[in-house]
């Protein structure tokens, strides 16, 4: 479980294709205390530690993984530890599984973006609502059929992929898992 509150940039370094593709990502804070077996989100996907070294970490992504998020043609991603007990929730509740890509498609007035979205998530959107954009927890400000805007602050830009991310580049998307319960929820009593 994660906060969507990214805690670093990192960098892929390496990438071993094979039966599964090895990343070797450099974040020297969530490498700091990383153990095997830990999950740090990489850009929002939930990744299990395969080895540390120094200030960097290895992780295996499957073909699956890698055809379903926009991992494949990452170099610089967003890093979050996994939450603890102990962890403040200053975003919202995120599984590290993504649910879509979406793709930038604008940027307009006061770093307000606009993000394409798969039509099957679009029900899961609403205005003031959380979603997850590259890990980062954000809420919704307008939700349409087919998009929907995101307000960033300065720190967002700075700190967080989005920043850089140009118009046309795809983001991984993680919708609000509560309202995926609610709607499983509702059609199994009706």
């Known amino acids: 479980m994660f906060t969507g509150i990214v805690e670093e940039l ?109 039509a099957e998530l679009t029900r899961y959107l609403v205005e003031k609502g959380s979603v997850t954009v590259d890990g980062i927890s954000l809420t919704v400000v307008e939700a349409a059929a087919d998009s929907f805007t995101v307000a960033l602050i300065p720190t967002t830009l700075a700190r967080t992929t989005l920043g850089s991310t140009a118009v046309g580049d795809p983001v991984n998307l993680e919708v609000d898992v509560i309202a995926k319960y609610v709607e499983r929820v509702l059609m199994s009593s009706g």
Do not use: K, Y
């Open 10 to 118: 990192g960098e892929i370094v390496a990438r071993e294709p094979g039966e599964v593709t090895r990343l070797t990502i450099r974040g020297p804070l969530v490498t700091s205390d990383a153990r095997e077996g830990d999950s740090i989100a990489v850009n929002g996907v939930c990744l299990t530690v395969t080895g540390v070294s120094n200030d960097t970490f290895t992780v295996d992504v499957v073909a699956e993984t890698l055809a379903r998020t926009s991992l494949g043609r990452a170099t610089v991603v967003n890093l979050e530890r996994a939450a603890t007990p102990a962890t403040r929730l200053g975003g919202h509740l995120v599984q590290g599984h993504v649910d879509g890509v979406g793709t930038l498609l604008d940027r307009g007035e006061d770093a307000v973006v606009r993000i394409g979205i798969p």
